[in-house]
């Protein structure tokens, strides 16, 4: 509306006048403001053009034209953290040296342009690689720094914090990029971080930043000073982060990767009870951190920091001695992952189909839309103001998710299920939680009533790391806590890990993570003789998610694995677990126990892709095999090379869908993972990529015929083509006949080890061959 609004008023104000200035100014700010909102680039670009056009004019008051010059400058940074593409931060530069030139001296925003005059050139230095950083930039980059904090207080407000803080991060981006040989650059970054820090208020929303970065620098200075072994070298540092922690200004990002580095200070001198309250403190904060910052850099940041904390709170739990606490933690910090990480959340779309509740369930996501406002509002025309209003927006969604808990049948709704429930989970069989973090390599057994914890010390991060790096698609090493530990307190993190040897990697997993398991659980009793191998679920959780439990078997003892010795799947959470079972009991294969129920199967294959991907010439013959094999049971449709809105609406018709086709896995927005098929381009006789989302499959979360899956797509890691074929036919083989089965879930789990087992034995010595092929789910 307002920007309708500034757009008519230009166009109705006469040619060159001051009105006609303003408006277009007021146009201009407000496309800035509408991208600092939302985020959206389209906003940006605008904001980028209409200001540079702005800044171009002649504008006989000097004044409004350095204002104006600041402005763009401000959104063309803006512009640089969105597109890291550097030639906007230069055309920054030169908007805020222009805006410097047209300012009065005495006018109060030279200091503050002076400031962005230090930190824009330090950002392009700290991004800069050797061979393009230039040291004369950073030099006067401190230049302009150092005649920033020289601005006397006006009227009480001093900006003067803010710029010591711009001054230190300066020297200390220069001591880092030029080797750490300088202990003088790291010391005058203490020492202006120090005068910000004691010159800003209790109550500056700034002063969560200020504390965390004068804490950096005193860790970075006790291991350049070697006396790291010393507890109280830090006191100091932890006493600050403990401080960011408690704040009340809900910066809560920020309050939590403090949090973090205060538990590892903690846990190197034995306070592991000290470190449990602090982190039990800073769990409380996830629920306001939000999915949608503004930089995919923030967005990946947050789904790290919120999944690694959560794990290494399960760590630190146990090992005070706290099984089910672990687990309900661990729980949590899942399901504010999940909530903040995938906009149709089945639990809000549940809430909103409700007559009674949607109108609690539109308030709820109209509050938690205004927290997509970015935390940090340095140089933001809204300043204060829009700070207040995200505060305001959270204490409005802590009020719906009271209401909406209340409701009967809503009372865990986005946060982890009630113990009694988890419990009740691992009817069918047990649950097994495997945790692995910087603080130790843990089981949380669910087994019926009982929640125990066993300890796996010989399970080495290092190694769960290596095997990451190596086989999982989409890994990125410093998503791990040990990465981001290290480099907080060491900074000597190294540039590449030794590769693990792949075929070596099932009997190490089996000799310190699944061996130990069954022996606790008793699996080798329960699996002898005639009866069938017990049902079991396992959850990967910090650098042991991804793992491929099933496939851990014993180098030196034939039949001593875990496909043989269970019939395995995996959940990402007991919750997601819960959910499953509930969703699958409404199913019409288990809702229609009769028999005589005819299912419909349709197979979506793209044998070709756009987009560079490669060709899946075997995607044929799988669709082939797999309605032959179905087709004396089920309805078979088969739906080459769709375009993603053909593929859901068959998903919306069928029983069984089965892809053969690409994947792709989002790390920094997990709702934007997909499926590559294709749509027409606009080029003749082209293909484009189309996109069937996970956001766009959750909105069918609550389709009543969906039952089955099979996604043929490289989900854990590269998968030769012909094997996906072989596997399916098995599959379906097995699978025709679970309509008749007393337990149709189980079978269903069965069905696909089975499949896989006649995979390994034509080659057991290539177990990433068969391992890529997991079940999920009830």
Known sequence: MATRSFDQALRLSPKDSKTQLLALNNLVDTFGLTFEWTGETEALDIAVSRHRDLAALEISNAIEWADILTNFGNILLHAYDRYSRREFAYEALQAFSKALGKYPKDHIDVAATQSLLCSTPTEIYRDSEAEQKK???????????????????????????????????????????????????????????????????????????????????????????????????????LELLKETVSLPNRLALLQVTAARKAIEILGKQGR????????????????????????LHDQQQAISHTSGFAAEICSLLLKVGEPEEALRQLEAGRAMLLWFAMDNSDEVSALAASPRHRDLANEFTDAKSKLRIPPHLQGSPLGELKLRQRWEAEAHLSGCLGKIREINGYHDFLSEPSMDRMKSCSQGGPIVVVNISYISSDAIIVNGSSIRAISLPSLQLEKAIAFGAEMISSFSLLDFPVQRAAKVLSRKVPKQLAQPSSSSFPDWLWTHCVRPIFDEINIFDVSQGERKPPRMWWIGSGAAAGFPFHAAASGSEPGRDALSLSIPSYTPSIKALLRAKERSSRSRPLANEGGGLKLDLTVITMETTPGGHADLPAAKAESSIVRKVAERRWNCANLPQPTARLALEAIAKSDVIHFACHSVADMADPSQSHLVLEKPSEKANAKDVDKLSLSQLLALERAPKAWIAFLSACSLWKVEDEIGVDVARAFYENVIDVEAHADKDIGVAAALREAVMKMRVKDPSSWSKWAAYIHSGA
């Open 135 to 237: 040291e004369e930039d950073i030099q006067k980059a401190i230049e302009y720094g150092f005649l920033s904090v020289e601005e006397e207080p006006v009227a009480g407000v001093s900006r003067v914090p803010l710029r010591r803080h711009v001054l230190s991060e300066a020297f200390l981006v220069k001591w880092d990029k030029d080797g750490r040989c300088n202990d003088g650059d790291l010391t005058e970054a203490i020492h202006h971080s120090e005068m910000g820090l004691d010159a800003t208020l209790s109550n500056d929303p700034d002063r969560a930043y200020y504390l965390v970065h004068h804490s950096n620098l005193l860790i970075l200075k006790t291991f350049q000073d070697g006396v790291e072994d010393c507890p109280s070298s830090f006191d100091e540092p």
């Open 272 to 295: 592991w009870k000290e470190a449990k309250s602090l982190g039990l403190d800073a769990m409380e904060l996830l629920p306001m951190i939000c999915g949608r910052y503004l930089r």
